[in-house]
């Protein structure tokens, strides 16, 4: 994980040398990265203190005298190339050589190379007798206190300028040994410049900026070379570049599998050579972490220019086995943050239960659009959709299809009100200053969310830049200001844009402030980074006494990011749909769609547009919206690495946001009994394409289904390649007049009960009624019409007497249906509602096997619901129970078991007009591994049950009037076939206003 840039001086930590263990030894100290790092303490500044941080291991007490020898050497000298890290040691091998001013050239192509080759080419130009040119002196340093070793700054600067002369620049190689004490020397390369060098590498270019160690004002006329080495040992030249006078210069990255080795930047004798494959340390976010400095990047973006997008839909999600599926896409293709409309083909891939497979390929439309009307899978399961695209997925969706009934649930998100649609996309949700603020913090000396590996207090307050105020929108000019801890500094200001360019512009800071303004296009929402790398020279000169391990007043560079939220309200459409909120069933309705850009003009689009069962639509969670999926997050691309510092820095993460806006609210309507009319499809009306003029305005007419309840009316839009929007609003369905069942949940052969049905007024006025019925599988008592008076002020119960027939002695494998169809009229207006209903036939509960071992005691209690005197009825004593509608009943069963038993089950069978309720705390014994509850009987399974009577209990509600059969409850013990026991039959007869046969 990238960290950020942070000034810490030199760093850390200490590598001592070999003999450290016997003798006093010193050693350099290494930087804090690991051996690929970039060692800041390797570049000297040239206007400045020219000191080296070194360790020495405990000497005891007293000073310690070091022998310090420097040879100047060529910066661009291939056998010196590259120096090996951690610093190289030898063994000296002899007295102290004699340097001169004259250094053999080296070979041309190199010489050895790594540490073994430097080690020969050290010795061959130490010997005695050698002419080098260099300096050597004897250095005394306080010894650090033992037993620990410590870290202390070796001073050069006067060495280095008598050499090569005051405030020269040169490279140079130093090496270092305790006198008197050891041979070993420790060696390593500095260079002294006052050339600094920042990177900003995007995906396919870099922007150099050279400045002054000391000033860090830009340098003009820099001259930058990036060579690479061959096999053979030479260099060739990949690129070359000089800055501008605002030391800027500007080059495409070196391609994938062509890196550059080392990077030369020279202003007149003033040279800084750094290896490209040991780079600073970068400030960038986790895109850029495993990108090669300097070379092109290995993988291609996620979604970057010329690739791609697509949003894929289903009319609906959950579906019954037997309904096609209504699939769309859209297809764009992004370049340079614009979006032109697809062209060609695209594929569908339909992968359902069993992995079975299914494909579809089209020729994508004028607007962008293909469309499939799957009716391939009936299985029931789940269905993956995969939407191809030039050879890739480019969006994927999920549906399934099954025989159950759709659960009532909350609406899905972005529904409005009946009959009317959300007027379009807010402007809001745009930059959040408070937020912006902490998640721009930088790092100071490592502080604020630091980085891995830093650890030096943090500067305070942090360097970060906020908007000056939220709201902007395209074509805004949003105000940055920045707040820094340094009072005076350069900042070079990097705003990324969608094209991938990185233009870069230089900032003053006075008394610690200072201000970017950032021109806010549409092409770059939903946001837009803007980096910022504070440079700031030596302050103040060298602190004497000094021997930290960060200088506080070295060249210190800083880093920050502000991700400025661009909304996509010039992307959004204003979708507006005008329907009346309620309508009848099988009548027709004019439904108007409007297209509006975010000032309310018209726009040309197509549209899709459906209608779906609102309890299926509940279930829904796939994004009705095509925004979000074409204008993507892009993350940030550069990556920011500068000589200054050691310590890396990591790139703040916007905060995610939902392009578009937040969904609307839901007004609640009134829960409705869907009553069917008759074969009604999830989807009853589906159309694709519906076009959009240049008015804005267009209108299409809906036949409804014959369904009471609520439909919910989806739209999609699209306008050009680069517009998007989406609507939807609930279209009730509703009669003059209703009528509801009042039916048992199942039946058993031998009941009579009465077919009930609750006729209402929901418009209008009341006067003559008239309603039917039709069977089957029933046999029916009297007449089929029933004639009443309709009551605006009440609901009117109407009931027809019927029987289930016996099945003749023979019990049908497949349990058999009766079918119930009642239909009411108002007469005076022809208003009518029926309702059909499908209620299962029962047998009973299994018969247990031979072998009552286990005794079943079955008592019912009875409480009237008009709150007079309870009752108690003992099965086997007595087989008839008399009940009221409403009356509570608790069936307890109890049993006695002769022997432990396990898997044990006891049946509880209901009657057909009783209704159990939800079980109650405590009304069951411990224990239970499962209760199943059907509609006809409830079950619990115990895994282990103890010699003795249990007990078990249920609660139903009286709901049905008739006569109905109460088969005998059960238990058996799986594991112990002989231990079975079953009680008495019984018939229950509830009592309603009508006479029972």
Sequence with gaps: MAARLAATGFVAAAVLMPAAVLMPSVGWAAASGGPAAFDPASVLERFGPQTIPVELAPAGAGRVRLDVRIIAVDPLDPTLWPFPDPALTADDGGPVSQLTEDLPPAAAGGGGRGAAGLEAWIAAHTAPGQSVPGQSAVIELPAPPPPAGGRVVLDLKRQFERLAGPAAPGSY????????????????????????????????????????????????????????????????????????????????????????RRLIVAKGDDVLVLDAERPPAAYAGAAGQSERWLAAFDAPPEAGPGRPLCHLFADLQDYPTADPVHLKGWLRRQSNGELAIAQGEAEFEVIGPGERQWWRRLAIDRDGGVTWQFEEGAEPGAYRVLLHAEGAVCAETRFTKSDDPPAAGPPPPGVSPPGVSPPGVSPAGVSRAGEAAAAARSVAEGGGDRGPGSGAAPLTPAFQAVAERPGYVPGDVAQLVLHSPVPTARVLAIAEQPDGRIPARWLDLANGSGRFALDLTKAQAPYSPVHFILMRGRVGGVMKGWFGSADPRRPTALATSAWVD?????????????????????????????????????????????????????????????????????????????????????????????????????????????????????????????????????????????????LQLRAAAVSGPDRFGAAAGILALRQPVVVEPVLPRFIRPGDSFTIGAAARVVEGDGGPGRATVAVSGLELYGSATSVFAWDPGQSQTLGFPVMVPEPGGVVKSAAPLAIVTVTAERLADGGRDSFSAVLPVRFGTPSVAEGRNASVDRQL?????????????????????????????????????????????????????????????????????????????????????????????????????????????????????????????????????????
């Design 173 to 260: 190689l130093v090496g270092v040994r305790v006198l008197d004490r050891t041979p070993v020397r420790a060696w390593r390369r500095v260079q002294v410049t006052d050339l600094a060098l920042t990177t900003v590498q995007d995906r396919d270019q870099v922007l150099y900026a050279v400045t002054s160690l000391a000033t860090a004002a830009p340098i003009d006329h820099a001259r930058l070379r990036l060579e690479a080495r061959g096999g053979d040992g030479r260099w060739t030249t990949l690129s070359e570049l000089e800055t501008d006078r605002d030391g800027l210069a500007g080059g495409s990255l070196v391609g994938r599998g062509a890196g550059p």
């Design 566 to 710: 661009v909304p996509p309200v010039e992307q959004a459409i204003a979708v507006g749909l005008e329907f009346p909120a309620q309508a009848r069933p099988g009548s027709e309705i004019t439904v108007t769609v409007r297209l509006a850009d975010r000032l309310g003009r018209p726009l040309e689009g197509v549209v899709t547009l459906w209608l779906a069962d609102r309890a299926l639509a509940a279930r829904d969670r796939q994004p009705l919206d095509p925004l979000p999926d074409f204008v993507v997050e892009r993350p940030s691309r550069v990556v920011v690495r500068d000589t200054r510092n050691p310590s890396p820095g990591a790139m703040p993460a916007p905060v995610r946001r939902l392009a578009g806006g937040a969904p609307q609210p839901v007004a609640p309507t009134p829960s409705t009994v869907s009553t069917a009319l008759g074969p009604v499809l999830a989807v009853p009306f589906y159309r694709p394409d519906l076009a959009v003029d240049a008015s804005g305005i267009a209108t299409v007419r809906i036949s409804l289904p014959e369904t009471l309840g609520e």
């Design 861 to 997: 209690l009875r409480s009237p619901a008009n709150g007079g005197a309870g009752a108690r009825f003992a099965l086997g004593q007595i087989d008839r129970i008399d009940l009221a509608v409403g009356d509570l009943v608790v069936d307890r069963v109890a049993i006695a078991l002769p022997e432990p038993c396990r898997q044990v089950e006891i049946t509880v069978p209901l009657a057909a007009g009783l209704e159990a309720l939800p079980a109650e705390a405590g009304a069951t014994p411990p224990g239970a591994a499962e209760i199943q509850r059907h509609s006809d009987r409830i079950t619990f399974r115990y895994d282990l049950l103890p010699r003795g009577r249990h007990a078990v209990a249920v609660s139903a509600r009286a709901r049905i009037a008739g006569r109905f059969t109460l088969p005998p409850a059960t238990v058996a013990c799986q594991a112990e076939e002989l231990v079975t026991g079953s009680g008495e039959p019984a018939t229950v007869v509830i009592a309603e206003h009508a006479s029972v046969p």
